[in-house]
């Protein structure tokens, strides 16, 4: 991994530009199948970082959106025993509250 996975987040999480922010969901979510990845990912906070992403929710960052769902899903089983989850877990109920998307609700 060489620190990867905590770049990744960290570039996430420092930046507003969002094609960058789109590419790094997408690669997270490749990276969110391996276990050792998705040990990494965790414990640098990425599960905190996409969290902060749900709350976009215009047409435009709809694929940003699903692909954090999917990756959410991919790292959920590492995640156990994180803390500080409860903002994170307050998101998704609202999207399931507001969404009209089955394919995000299905996420």
């Not at 530009?17 to 990845?37: F, Q």
């Not at 040990?39 to 905190?48: C, P, S, W």
Request: charged content about 25%; glycine content about 4%.
């Amino acid at each position: 991994t060489r620190g990867g996975p905590r770049e990744l987040v960290r570039i996430m999480r420092s930046t507003n530009y969002k094609k960058l922010i789109w590419t790094c969901v997408r690669l997270m979510k490749v990276l969110s199948v391996c276990g050792e990845n998705k040990r990494m990912l965790v414990e640098n906070g990425a599960m905190q970082a996409l969290s902060a992403l749900l709350e976009h929710q215009s047409e435009e960052e709809h694929r940003i959106l699903y692909n954090c769902l999917l990756t959410l899903r991919n790292l959920s089983d590492c995640a156990i025993r994180e803390e500080n989850l409860e903002g994170l877990i307050k998101r998704l109920i609202d999207l399931l509250n507001v969404t009209l998307d089955v394919n995000i609700s299905t996420c």
